[in-house]
């Protein structure tokens, strides 16, 4: 790469803060990127892969902005974007520009392609009117998307042609760099290469600049000029594309490569599988980061983190067996002795004969005791005793009292099977809800109760009210005077605010029937009598 690099990023870092316990305490934050540079020239593609999970999408992102750096620089032609205002920073974004991972999910499901691919086009008032459209058209057709399907909505089109409206969209304002999130991650195989094919044609007309996201070497290896190499946050070796696949020096790079398939079955390549999984980036590991599943580790990689060493032009590797190398001379094939002279003294330690069993002293086994047994079954009567009293308590009334028991017991129920903290929180949540239930029984017992006691007294006030003016009454609010001590209101409406009906049978068999007043207190409202009794 000649003269001044399109975009030159320095130091990129993005940690994203989390927070534990009830109180939201700051925790040790996510360390996605932490401390990644690169270039890119203008009309040059850089492939950024890595697994899943080391940081290459939020690089993409950071570069546009589209989440706001921790710390570092990103300048694009000579501009620190990082610290553009909002204004500048929209102008800034007709020159760069992002096609997304998912095709579908990129796109507004209520916008024809159209309307997608234009409105960037207002937005920067590029284009005004029929303009808009006629630009539109030119771009769709050149992705290959016809003029007749452009006012169809993204659920019309299949997976690969989404994505062409995706491309299309980006590259409507002429930009200068596109950001590529692996953008052919989620299509078939046979559209994959189509999409290879028109992303290289286009930077061929238009002299753009790509930084190409993507996890397959095989795809990355075909359309970059340049490839770096990401680990857990960090790039760990950057070089020219047939170089890199010729001549892997870092580990990591070298087990990504083991994994590609080779289309040919008389070829068999030594396959490098990485043991362990992929450590934290909330707790990344001390010195070089790759030490924990690297086949080649030293006991310097736990404490030493490794520096970038250009082993050739253009190839640079993170790695401690590259630190001392020669600069000048191509340290590739030292640096590759050195690795897999480390790899085999790994191996051979780990397959070391074990020690005889004879040999190994024997363990004091303690005698058992029976008081730990004793205190188990004191702690488990206790812990029953507690969570039966807090239900009792529930049913009572006293719910705080019940709650705090109850999760007393639990807690010391579950503190020898899920540990203290937990204990102590999953016993007070399920004292909390075993008392919300004992109060929703104790409400309802109460209710009924509540309920038979009324209607005894509804019944004696009709039986006053009967031998004192020798007829039942017509309705319920003959009996408002009579009712104030029973349901507490100066008219009788029905204490539960709904219609209900009184029934009593008469002394010849036949039912009196005695309706109360309405939800809106109205009377009259469902009163209903079956019979009255005879005159005297």
């Known amino acids: 790469m000649s003269g001044e690099p399109l975009l030159r990023v320095e130091g990129l870092t993005k940690h994203y803060g989390v927070s534990k316990g009830l109180l939201?305490?700051?925790?040790?934050?996510?360390?996605?990127?932490?401390?990644?540079?690169?270039?890119?020239?203008?009309?040059?593609?850089?492939?950024?892969?890595?697994?899943?999970?080391?940081?290459?999408?939020?690089?993409?992102?950071?570069?546009?902005?589209?989440?706001?750096?921790?710390?570092?620089?990103?300048?694009?032609?000579?501009?620190?974007?990082?610290a553009l205002a909002p204004e500048p920073l929209r102008a800034l974004r007709r020159d760069v520009q992002m096609v997304f991972q998912d095709p579908f999910g990129s796109l507004n499901p209520r916008m024809t392609a159209l309307e997608i691919?234009?409105?960037s086009l207002a937005v920067h008032g590029i284009a005004r009117g029929a303009e808009v459209e006629r630009r539109v058209v030119a771009v769709l057709e050149r992705v290959g998307i016809p003029r007749a399907w452009?006012?169809?909505?993204?659920?019309?089109?299949?997976?690969?042609?989404?994505?062409r409206i995706g491309i299309a969209r980006a590259i409507a304002m002429a930009p200068r760099l596109v950001v590529c999130d692996e953008p052919i991650s989620a299509l078939d195989v046979s559209v994959q290469a189509q999409v290879i094919r028109l992303l290289i044609a286009l930077r061929r007309e238009l002299g753009l600049a790509y930084l190409f996201i993507a996890h397959d070497l095989a795809v990355v290896r075909h359309i970059a000029?340049?490839?770096?190499?990401?680990?857990?946050?960090?790039?760990?070796?950057?070089a020219a594309s047939q170089r890199l696949f010729r001549a892997p020096a870092h580990p990591y790079t070298r087990a990504l490569l083991s994994a590609v398939p080779v289309p040919d079955p008389r070829r068999r390549p030594e396959r490098i599988v990485l043991e362990g999984d992929v450590p934290s980036p909330r707790q990344p590991p001390a010195g070089c980061r790759f030490h924990t599943r690297c086949p080649a580790a030293v006991e310097r990689c736990r404490s030493q983190e490794p520096r970038g060493v250009a082993l050739a032009a253009g190839h640079v590797v993170h790695c401690l067996h590259a630190d001392d190398l020669e600069p000048?001379?191509?340290?590739?094939?030292?640096?590759?002795?050195?690795?897999?002279?480390?790899?085999?003294?790994n191996?051979?330690?780990?397959?070391?004969?074990?020690?005889?069993?004879?040999?190994?002293?024997?363990?004091?086994?303690?005698?058992?005791?029976?008081?730990?047994?004793?205190?188990?079954?004191?702690?488990?009567?206790?812990?029953?005793?507690?969570?039966?009293?807090?239900?009792?308590?529930?049913?009572?009334?006293?719910?705080?009292?019940?709650?705090?028991?109850?999760?007393?017991?639990?807690?010391?129920?579950?503190?020898?099977?899920?540990?203290?903290?937990?204990a102590w929180a999953v016993g007070l949540a399920l004292g909390l809800v075993l008392c919300v239930l004992a109060g929703r029984a104790f409400e309802a017992?109460?209710?009924?109760?509540?309920?038979?006691?009324?209607?005894?007294?509804?019944?004696a006030e009709i039986d006053r009210f009967a031998q004192v003016t020798g007829r039942y009454p017509l309705a319920l609010d003959e009996l408002g005077w009579r009712l104030v001590p029973v349901f507490g209101e100066a008219n009788a409406v029905?204490?539960?605010?709904?219609?209900?009906?009184?029934?009593?049978?008469l002394a010849d068999g036949a039912e009196f029937a005695l309706g109360s007043l309405g939800p809106d207190g109205a009377p009259g409202t469902g009163d209903e009598v079956g019979r009255p009794p005879p005159a005297e």
């Open 24 to 82: 939201r305490r700051p925790a040790e934050p996510v360390r996605a990127v932490d401390g990644v540079s690169f270039e890119i020239g203008r009309g040059e593609t850089l492939g950024l892969v890595g697994e899943s999970g080391c940081g290459k999408t939020t690089v993409g992102r950071a570069v546009l902005r589209l989440v706001e750096p921790t710390a570092g620089r990103v300048v694009f032609d000579g501009v620190d974007v990082t």
């Open 117 to 119: 691919v234009g409105e």
């Open 150 to 163: 452009i006012r169809r909505y993204p659920h019309e089109f299949s997976g690969g042609q989404r994505q």
């Open 225 to 238: 000029d340049r490839i770096a190499v990401m680990y857990l946050g960090q790039i760990v070796e950057t």
């Open 328 to 345: 000048g001379v191509d340290g590739y094939p030292r640096m590759r002795e050195r690795v897999e002279s480390a790899t085999a003294a």
């Open 347 to 422: 191996r051979a330690r780990r397959v070391a004969p074990a020690e005889p069993v004879a040999a190994r002293p024997a363990r004091a086994i303690a005698p058992a005791r029976g008081q730990p047994a004793v205190r188990s079954d004191l702690r488990a009567a206790l812990a029953f005793g507690l969570v039966a009293g807090g239900a009792v308590l529930a049913l009572l009334g006293a719910a705080v009292a019940g709650v705090a028991a109850a999760g007393l017991g639990l807690a010391i129920l579950l503190r020898g099977v899920a540990g203290p903290r937990r």
């Open 445 to 459: 017992t109460a209710s009924r109760r509540r309920a038979e006691a009324q209607r005894e007294a509804v019944a």
């Open 494 to 505: 029905d204490p539960w605010g709904r219609a209900w009906r009184y029934r009593a049978p």
